[in-house]
Each structure stands twice: as C-alpha cells, then as structure tokens.
C-alpha cells in the first residue's frame, strides 16, 4: 500500500503565497489553460522541465478539426467512435468534434502559422480518418510551432507565474477537497507548499513506462499517480496505444515515423515486399492504429523478423521534401533516404487512452482538482485514439476547466482562503506526527543526500569528528551512498521499463500480467525511496503505481478490444465488457458506455 504523500508535507521547507489555481503541465493542454485564465485569475504553472519540454514538442502529423466542406463534425464524430471500437463516450466526442474548428481559429489568434497548400490550409488524412482534416505546420514539425508560441505568448502575462524545473510530487486534500501542491524544487533540492484551491494536471503521458517509446523522459505518469494517491477515479488505463511506424537510429533512439507519411500514400511491406495491410482492412495502411499494429505483430511473428518496412519510395521526392523536411533529415543522418530506401519500422508505446476520469468540463471527483491533456481520461477516445485528436483534445477540455476556475476566481473571500490556508497547516502537522506507511527509514539522510554531503555530514558528526579527516571520510560515505542509489534508482527503473515492455505491453494475458504484477510488489517492497527529495526516485515510485494500476485494470478486462490485445481472450466480448472500468485505490467500478 502507496503512503498518501510520497514526501511528507511536513518536510516542506517553503510556504508560497495563496494562487487561484496551480497547473502540472507546460504542454498544449496546461499552458492553453493558463492562458485562457491570466485574465481572471493569478496562475502558477509548475513544470518538471524546462517549459518548452513536453510530448507536445514531438507532435508531427498534425491536429485534426473539419474546417473545411465537404467534411464537417458529424464524420469526424464518426471515425472517432469508430476508432474507439464501442468505448467512447459520445457526449465527450461530440464536444470533442463540435469544438475543433473554433479551437483552430484560436491556434490563428496566437499566431501559429499552419502549411498552406495552393493559398489555402493544407489538409491531410491519417489512420481511421473519412477526409483530409489534419492540419500541420512546418512540414512535420507541428507541435513544435504549436508548443514554441504557446510557451511565448503566455510568457507576456504578468499573471502567470512561471516555476520550471519543479516536480509536482502530490496534490494535498483535505476532505475530498484540494488545498495545495507540494513540489520539489529540483536545482535547490528543496520541498514546497504552493497553496490553492484549484490544481489543473496536465502532466501528459506514460510513454516512458516502457522500454521501446515514441515520449520523451518527461512521460512518467506523476500527474495520474498523484491523482490516484489523493483517490481520484482512474479510467480506461488498460488502453495503451503503440504506434505502428518507430525508427532506430543509429545511436539506439527511437524516432517516430509520422502516420501522415501513410496519409500521403507511403506502403507498409513485409519482409517478401508484400503490402500486408492490403486485405487486411479496407483502409489498408490506413487503418486505426492498434488494427495495423495487430498485422505487424502477426507478420514480424510468422516472418521471424523485428521489423517491418515502410515505403515511400513512390512517392514523388519534391512532395516529401516539402511535407516531411524533418524525418528526411533524420533518415539522412543514418544513411538513409526516403525517397529511394525501404525504412526498417517497429511499434513502440505512444499515446494513453485512458487516464484520471474528468467530466466534460474537466473536473475529477476531487473537488478543485481537473485534468486535461493526454494524463485526462475525458471518455473521447475509447479503446483506441483516433490519429491527431489528442492536441485539439487538450485544447478543448483546458478551455472548459478554464471556464469553471474563471467562474469561481475572484468569488473567495479573504476568511475563506484563510481557512484553506488553515486546513493546510492542519494537514502538516498531522504528517509530522504519523509515520507515513513504510516510509522514512533513514528520513534525514534520503531527504536530501546531496545537501548533507555537501556540507560534510551532520552537525553533530562534524562536530564529533573535529571536522577534518572525519568530516571528510563521512562526506566521502554520505556521496558514494548517494550514488549508489543512484545507480540503484536507474536500474530499477530500466528493469521495470524492461518488464514492461515485455509482460504489458502490444499483447498480454493472465501469467505476463501477474508476473508483471509480483515484480512491481517486490520492488516496493524492498526498496524504501519515500521521502526522499529526490526526482528520479519520486518518479519511479510514480512509474511503478501506474504499472501497477495498468495490470490491475488488464487482468480485470477478459477481453480483446482496440489498445488492449490479450492472447487469452482474443475476442471483443460486448456482452460482458462494453463498459469502462473505473479505479480507485480501494475500489472497483464498472461505468456504462454513455
Ligand atoms: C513523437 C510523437 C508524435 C505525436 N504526434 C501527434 C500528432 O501529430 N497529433 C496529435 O494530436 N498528437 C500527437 N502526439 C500525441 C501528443 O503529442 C500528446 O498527446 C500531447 O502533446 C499531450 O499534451 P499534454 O499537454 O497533455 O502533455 P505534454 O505535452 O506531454 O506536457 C506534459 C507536461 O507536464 C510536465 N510534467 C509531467 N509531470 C510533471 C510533474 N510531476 N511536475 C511538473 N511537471 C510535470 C512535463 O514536463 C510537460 O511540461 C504525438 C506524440 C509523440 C510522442
């Protein structure tokens, strides 16, 4: 059992001033939110990078919205509840579509420029899509230019208040209600109370729960883990999409393929040349995604093969110049070129469909607490996202948070926000007495092991010692213990990467899951990283209760459906699973499909 706060609030060591409501997120969907906000309320944005670091960066393909006839909101509706194979909610895809165009013409308003093709928007198709509805910009950089401007624009607002390199580590709760954030300023390897009364997480995905990953180190899953430890619901988290078409480079990392280079007419080929997606489904290449993973695991299994191959070679080297600049050049750094090779190309984790349940206006079942983004589980996207729905997704459910927080800004009096202010301080001191689950052996030291080497060991040894050799031999211990845990963290961290991979990954069933299910307990059981102010340990302590909700909710559903494949119930079962499962940390719900 996961302590309530990883790191007890009562070893904070700063306590910030009242805000109206505090951010996880600098992505798409936290830093739309905060400006959407800066007019009507005071906002922190806490982010565990620098601000521009988010999956949201990576974005090529692009972002879809029917702007443009014959195409309109009732197809892209349909192809998203086709993709999400009987498991989205059609309330929260609705508002997903309905909302896309206007979204768009905010993305103009802040001046990010999309490509344009013949003097209009350039539109282009990708798996599952009925019309050409994805916009891009830069070729096959359209995060980049979405996330660059988002990061530029919301610098010009006094009311945002920028706090990069912070690790949120728990929402604080009181009663159901939220009271604050307690983060981790990493340079200071210090712990800090941000008071509030309103947490939006936008923290995005879990791709790096896994070994082979399209998501940047960023994507540990902290936003849902806190949401769990403060007893969110957790929805649909059993769905986790690979992406079919991931490159290594040469020096061992992965790069994504985008799928509009399907969308513009490149060929998946077997090892023989033959295109096996032909027959395989009416779209062909184009099929949802999790279909064509399904083929390129049946065809690298049968062929004996670890890849696939994709081909452009067809397709005319001016266009893929002017489309693709990006995956061009980095083809070209590893002796490749997309015009006249065959491109070796494997699934990797990319995209989590599920994730801490939000209504449609983005609340949880915490009062004050919302989530948007990839870490929300918002109900559009089922058992499989469609391709490109989950920028415009992150727009259009930070809009509604913000007009909910915007709602009650403003509406505190001062004796209210006092008593928040109160309640937090009554949650401190109750830490400071109990002794959180099976945390804290060694408190002081893994608190901060950097800090206590630096200053050559507690006072009181200093002092025994006479400083001097002593000083330094318990400085020299307190360092090579810092580093063996160090090292300790990152093998754990790679091993349970590993397992993942392996045991929960495309394919599953009832031994890969409990197997999976016994490494993860014993992990935590013998290991003791709370407490400590450490990112790399709170992250993985994150990781490993994300695994662990994940197998929960995959050995709960017998069946086979979109992102979810088990080898030992291969079928969609509608009878009995055409429903979403809900988790909390001592429950299990069912909820209908609305
Ligand atoms: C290679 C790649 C290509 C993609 N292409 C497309 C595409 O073409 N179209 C599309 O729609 N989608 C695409 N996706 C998916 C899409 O990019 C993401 O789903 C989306 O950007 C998520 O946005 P977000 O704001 O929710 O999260 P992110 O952009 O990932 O931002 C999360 C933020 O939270 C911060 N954070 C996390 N944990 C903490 C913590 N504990 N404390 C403080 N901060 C924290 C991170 O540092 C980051 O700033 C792609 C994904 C990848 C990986």
Redesign the pocket.
Known sequence: MLPRYLISPSFSQKKYDYCDCII???????LSTAIRLSEHASVKV????N?S????????????AAIKKPDEWKSHYEDTIIAGQGLSDSNAVSKLVKTAPKMIEDLFELGIIFDISGGEISLTTEGGHSFPRVLHAGGDA??EEI?KKLVKYSKTFSKIKFFPE????DIVTFKNRVLGVL?LNISENAVEIHPTENVVI????I?WLFELT???S???G??IA?AYRAKASIKDIEFMQFHPTVFKTNDGKLF?I?E?LRGEGAYLRDKNGNRFMVGAHPKAELAPRDIVVKEMVKVMKDQGIANVYLDATHVPESFLKLRFPNIIAKLKDNGLNLHTDLIKVFPAA??LNGGIRTDLKGNTDIRGLYA????AATGAHGANRL??????E?LVFGWEISKEIIAKAGKRSDAEVENTLKQLEKIISENAKSNIGNAGKDIAASFSNASIAASGGTGDSAGAGGAGQSADVAAASQASAAVDKEKLIESLMSSFRHMMSHNVGILRDDKSLKEAQDFIVQTLENNDFYNMADKRAIELL?MLTVGSIIIKAAMLRKESRGTHQRNDYPLTDDKNWKKHIILKEDSVEFEPVK
Not at 46 to 49: A, G
Not at 53 to 64: K, P, V
């Open positions: 996880i997120g600098s992505g798409i969907a936290g806490i982010t565990k990078s601000l670091e988010s999956t949201t960066w990576y974005a090529q393909g692009g972002i879809a359209t995060g996330e912070y690790l949120a580590v983060a936008a923290s995005g995905g791709g399209t998501n940047p960023i994507s540990t902290d936003g806190m994504l985008t509009a990319h995209y948007c983004g990839e870490c391709a490109s729905n989950s920028l415009i992150g994150n």
